[in-house]
Nanobody
């Protein structure tokens, strides 16, 4: 599986961005899809995931109510709608895929990352 993330950019605090991740290959529906981010000088952290079977979602507490993850199995894509952005949301966002895993499981495939910068 190859993953291509896009949609990052520079936005003012309070603004919105929509990230997309396109997956190549087949059997997209067996993969839990996740978004992670890495801020400058910090470790990569889990942001959100949508489970392979049924589409249940999981979010880190800091983005609950502001971010929404969704998937389109027909188009092999996953999106992360980010609203009410804060400067602390700044970082490189990565999409990831793991077959048959839970939201916090081990992801085997990673995209190249897209930079999100939120100015105050």
């Amino acid at each position: 599986v190859q993953l291509q993330a896009s949609g990052g950019g520079l936005v003012q605090a309070g603004g919105s961005l929509r990230l997309s991740c396109a997956a190549s290959g087949h059997l997209f529906q067996i993969y839990t899809m996740g978004w992670f981010r890495q801020a400058p000088g910090k470790e990569r952290e889990f942001v959100a995931a949508i489970i392979w079977n049924g589409g249940n979602t999981d979010y880190v507490d800091s983005v609950k109510g502001r971010f929404t993850i969704s998937r389109d199995n027909a188009k092999n894509t996953v999106h992360l709608q980010m609203n009410s952005l804060k400067p602390e949301d700044t970082g490189v966002y990565y999409c990831a895929a793991g077959a048959y895993i839970g939201s916090r499981g081990k992801y085997d495939y990673w995209g190249q990352g897209t930079l999100v910068t939120v100015s105050s």
